[in-house]
């Protein structure tokens, strides 16, 4: 099986996306978008710690320095990879099922994958596939905490008073809640 982009990245039963799969995703997404820092974050759900370790571990082979956020929202992500330049990845089926899952590609500079990059990327992911890499999934893990205070930062420095204030929670999966 090889992964196809829809709307915004790739979702599907997270059963569906195996270490081989993702990992071999990662090595393409280092040979597309760039052997630089890629940035990585994730929801909540249950598959999102070794999903997160697979597109590590592709990354690696690729080339690329995988720096992890850990749990954050997708806009933190997108923030980071605009202030820094750099490539990243969101590990999430955004409000999909608690049991599937999905990857989310941003270009360097923090803007979603044009259309043209998704094919390069799908069709990278085909010859990795198909040249059938043997890894082990690495378990260090480079996190990146201060990249989550920055976004914290920017986002407190831009919120205005309002009153009277109500507060949201998200239940479903929300890196935020």
């Known amino acids: 099986m090889t992964l196809r982009f829809g709307t915004d990245g790739v979702r599907g039963p997270a059963s569906e996306f195996t270490d081989a799969l993702v990992v ?18 994730r929801d909540t759900r249950e598959s999102g710690e070794r999903l997160e370790r697979a597109l590590g571990t592709g990354l690696r082979l690729g080339g690329a320095q995988p720096l992890s956020m850990g749990i954050v929202p997708t806009p933190a992500v997108a923030w ?24 989310k590609f941003f270009a360097a500079g923090g ?16 010859a ?14 480079n996190s990146d905490t201060h990249a989550v205070d920055e976004w914290c930062d920017a986002v407190a420095s831009s919120v205005v008073a309002v009153a009277p204030m109500r507060i949201v929670i998200d239940c479903a999966n929300g890196a935020a809640s």
């Open 24 to 41: 071999a995703l990662g090595q393409a997404a280092a040979q597309v978008l760039g052997t630089s820092a890629f940035v990585i974050g």
């Open 128 to 141: 990795v596939v198909a040249a059938g890499v043997e890894f082990g999934l690495s378990v260090d893990s």
């Open 111 to 126: 803007r979603k994958l044009s259309d043209e990059l998704e094919a390069e990327l799908e069709n990278a992911l085909d």
């Open 80 to 103: 980071v990879c605009a202030q820094r330049g750099v490539p990243g990845a969101v590990i999430s089926a955004s409000h999909n099922p608690w049991s599937d899952n999905g990857i």
